[in-house]
């Protein structure tokens, strides 16, 4: 987790694919079909071949599913 500086604001994680579809409990072409196919978040792109999800969306992502579920 990121650590909150004093007064400052507390910095999400930046998660790698794997780090995504182990949560997501998928493969990393399964989190890429839900990007294009359920509107999951899109990454960050740091480099040419570095690519990081915000923690925070992603769990919002995974919150709202449930509650869809629920609620359904």
Known sequence: MAEESIGGPNLDQLLTA???ASRLRVTIRT???RIEDSGFPLP???GPNCVRWNETEVQQWIDLRRELNIAA
């Open 44 to 46: 960050i792109r740091l």
């Open 31 to 33: 989190l890429y079909r």
């Open 18 to 20: 794997k780090e995504v």
